[in-house]
């Protein structure tokens, strides 16, 4: 039985998941962690996508994404193939490297942009890859220190986010970090 396909639309708001086959490592290092933030920019970028929040784990990754001029599912074919390929020629090895097809769940914007954020840019600390809230906020593989002002991605739309929490960035952003 064929597969259903994937309800998009332009402006659509996506939380995608994606993780290794049987529940092994997609990420080894910090290379492969910026390398493929790297490709998701340049992804992002060209096919005009936008993104809130994201965080990599080891074994998986969170994304909350806007459909733009692409429909997601061209987005992630080249962001999940380009990964894997240089995932396979970094480490010497050959075969699938994600699990089945990435998971993505349409979400109404209104009611849970903020929920979604927090979920996502919390996943380090729940994961215990950072101990707590000061870490999370130096950790350079989670869209919350961008919004905080700790690192840059350009590709990331911190606006949205921290529009929500007033019009000054600085104490948006301080009310965003008591919010997470």
Request: aromatic residues 10%; neutral net charge; contains cysteine.
């Given at each position: 039985?064929p597969r ?9 708001l996506?939380?995608i998941?994606?993780r290794?086959i049987?529940?092994?490592k997609?990420?080894e ?20 996508t ?5 965080s990599l ?8 994404l806007?459909?733009g001029a ?8 080249r ?10 020629r970094?480490?010497?090895?050959h ?6 097809r990435y998971k ?23 994961a215990?890859?950072?101990?707590g809230?000061?870490q ?5 593989f989670?869209g ?8 840059e991605?350009?590709?990331q ?8 929490f ?14 997470v």
């Open positions: 039985m259903q396909s994937r309800i998009d639309t332009t402006g659509g996506h939380h998941i994606a290794g049987e529940r092994r997609i990420f290092d910090d290379q492969d962690r910026y390398d493929f933030l790297e490709n998701l920019g340049l992804i992002l970028e060209q096919t005009e936008t993104c809130f929040a994201w784990m080891s074994n998986h990754f969170h994304l909350l806007r459909t692409v429909p997601i599912a061209a987005v992630m074919r962001l999940l193939s380009g990964h894997a390929i240089r995932y396979n970094h480490h010497h090895r075969g699938h490297l994600f699990q089945n993505s769940i349409l979400c109404q914007e209104d009611c849970y942009l903020l929920e979604l954020v927090r979920y996502i840019h919390l996943n380090p600390l729940r215990k890859l950072v101990a809230m000061d999370l906020d130096q950790y350079p989670s919350h220190g961008v919004i905080i002002g700790k690192h991605q350009p590709w739309n911190i606006e949205k986010v921290l529009l929500h007033g019009k000054r960035s600085d104490s948006a952003r301080c009310k965003y970090r008591e919010f």
